[in-house]
């Protein structure tokens, strides 16, 4: 049974794995990439890791992948065209490294001594949620909090990159002549405050636009 | 007449999930019979009431008429993600089915043994539940997508960002009671509750009270089901109807039932997290009211979110947004800091 079910799911990373890499389309692409994930979790639970599992579908299929299709389709991003290949020695290369990442395998495969089942989900406690808790708060704590660090520097530094669009030279995208406004656009402060605020010259908007923004 | 012992092993195992799923289905499909009746008299009118006793057979005549239309597909759809989208959604919303609590043991006859009536218990139950429910922005994300048409994708994509959004604070809600009951599995959850009259459940619970992560998680999981007042990736007066314009007939029932299987998933997470499960006067004596008493309370939810529906307008997109990134989100974070700090000191006994 569980044999049957490893090489279904096994069969189903694999597949959705070459889908990835042989798509034209990077929302099928991305869509394969899903299949993969999903078909690694199952592969955890059986190999008694529920917690990765989880962890697996909620951070990679559930968060980052949304994400990913997200962008591609609010950018509306077109099928790749199929071009002739330009770099030609990458075949003979693709090839060689193809041949010693199975010669590799298959030498783990029959050489190293491998455990001889894979351990039973009911008995086993290393994969639990407790047993995970309690290793990454006692033994592994520094890395733990290394790596929390090291993502708070990815959020500081997109946060950075995010605000210094906007310091826009004042005066820049002001249309010419009189015009009326609405508050929410002078102020970014009262967003959704339609009051409308009208402007007899291009330079009093300009001054209304640059004016307020620097509060 | 080993292998045939297996065959009927796993067979067995189907007979919980198909009960579930009649089950479940019969709830949604007079979950939409009620909203339907209750929606009307509140807004002073007298709804459906014709097919049947009071209209108690108008499911089935929508079922018919679901199946009987006909099936358009946009022309220039994207014919594969547009027939995937409604599956993935229907699916995600039904597998979350399997880990929720909805009995203590109970005798059953016909095995002739005493059972929990839960289909599947294990160590991450909740973080199952969370990462089935983040797939299911599939579903709608690439319903939006394929449709070919710019209403769909707006709502797709406010649907996407509001999911996105929602979802942090829904986790982090649920947190606080992880903190208190030390473990993932539901039944185990349920268990702790029971006793005192209905005063161990954790929404009051003197020890471990979660009030608060309850509200969040209540308004939470509205955004997440796409519900009134947060319905805005089906909004009609912008989008038309949002990411499922596009679909029709047993395609569009699909989405329809996704949307209230979603809504009877997070009543029942809502049910066994904070308001005790199946707990309930009389249930250690007589534990099959446990299942009525679990039910009772999901029908109470139901019936908030159609009270909800017939009382408050929409929200704007922006002030949806605000409301989850600059309210909810640091709410939920400081519950989670009183409620460990509040463990860790010993307060909650």
């Not at chain 1, 491998?114 to 309690?134: R, Y």
């Not at chain 2, 007449?1 to 799923?21: Q, S």
């Not at chain 2, 019969?26 to 929606?39: G, P, S």
């Not at chain 2, 974070?333 to 009183?338: E, H, S, Y």
């Amino acid at each position: 049974m569980i044999t049957l079910l490893f090489i279904l799911f096994a069969g189903l990373a694999v597949g959705c794995a070459v889908s990835v890499v042989v798509q034209r389309n990077p929302l099928y692409s991305a869509i394969s990439l899903v299949g993969v994930f999903v078909s690694l979790a199952a592969l955890y639970v059986m190999l008694a890791a529920p917690f990765i599992a989880a962890v697996q579908v909620i951070v990679y299929a559930g968060a980052i992948m949304v994400l990913v299709v997200f962008v591609i389709m609010l950018l509306n991003v077109e099928e790749e065209v199929r071009r002739r290949l330009r770099l030609r020695f990458l075949i003979p290369t693709a090839v060689v490294l193809a041949a010693v990442l199975i010669a590799e395998t298959a030498f783990v495969i029959y050489f190293v001594q491998a455990q001889p089942s894979p351990m039973d989900p009911g008995t086993s406690e290393v994969g639990l949620t407790a047993s995970i808790g309690t290793g990454l708060f006692t033994i592994y704590l520094l890395p733990f909090e290394i790596t929390s660090v090291l993502l708070l520097m990815a959020i500081v530094g997109a946060m950075t990159l995010a605000r210094r669009a906007q310091n826009v030279p004042v005066g820049v995208g002001v249309a010419p002549g009189a015009q009326v406004l609405t508050r929410s656009i002078v102020n970014p402060k009262a967003i959704g405050d339609a009051t409308p605020v009208i402007t007899n010259s291009t330079a009093e908007a300009e001054r209304l636009l640059g004016g307020e923004k620097e509060e | 007449m080993e292998w045939l012992n297996r065959i009927l092993e796993v067979a067995w195992g189907f007979v919980p999930i198909t009960v579930t799923f009649i089950v479940v289905l019969m709830i949604v499909a007079y979950t939409v019979l009620a909203e339907r009746r209750v929606l009307a008299f509140i807004q002073g009118r007298l709804g459906p009431n014709r097919v049947g006793y009071g209209g108690l057979l108008q499911p089935f005549a929508d079922l018919l008429k679901f199946i009987l239309k006909e099936d358009i597909v946009p022309d220039k759809s994207t014919r594969f993600v547009y027939f995937l989208a409604p599956v993935v959604a229907i699916m995600t919303a039904l597998m979350t089915m399997i880990v929720y609590p909805f009995g203590p043991a109970v005798y059953i006859p016909i095995l002739g043994e005493v059972r929990e009536l839960v289909i599947a218990r294990f160590d991450v139950a909740l973080l199952y539940v969370l990462g089935i429910t983040s797939v299911g922005v599939y579903g709608i994300a690439l319903a939006g997508w394929s449709s070919n048409n710019k209403y769909s994708l707006m709502g797709g994509l406010r649907a996407a960002s509001q999911l996105i959004s929602y979802e942090l604070s829904l986790g982090l809600s649920l947190i606080g009671v992880v903190l208190l009951s030390g473990t993932l599995d539901l039944y185990a959850i349920v268990e702790q509750q029971s006793g005192w009259y209905g005063l161990q459940w954790n929404i009051w619970r003197p020890d471990r009270i979660q009030f608060f992560g309850f509200l969040i998680y209540l308004i939470s999981a509205i955004a997440e089901t796409n519900r009134v007042p947060f319905d805005l990736p089906e909004a009609e007066t912008e989008l038309v109807a949002g990411f499922h314009t596009e679909y029709s007939a047993m395609k569009f029932a699909l989405f329809f039932m996704a949307e209230y299987v979603n809504m009877l998933t997070v009543s029942m997470l809502a049910t066994t997290l904070f308001l005790g499960g199946w707990n309930g006067p009389g249930v250690a004596s007589f534990p099959i009211l446990g299942v009525f008493y679990f039910l009772g309370k999901v029908v109470f939810f139901l019936f908030l979110y159609i009270w909800l529906r017939g009382t408050l307008p929409r929200f704007r997109f922006d002030q949806l947004m605000n409301f989850g990134w600059k309210f909810l989100l640091p709410v939920a974070i400081l519950n989670i800091i009183f409620t460990a700090t509040f463990a860790y000191f010993g307060l909650f006994g």
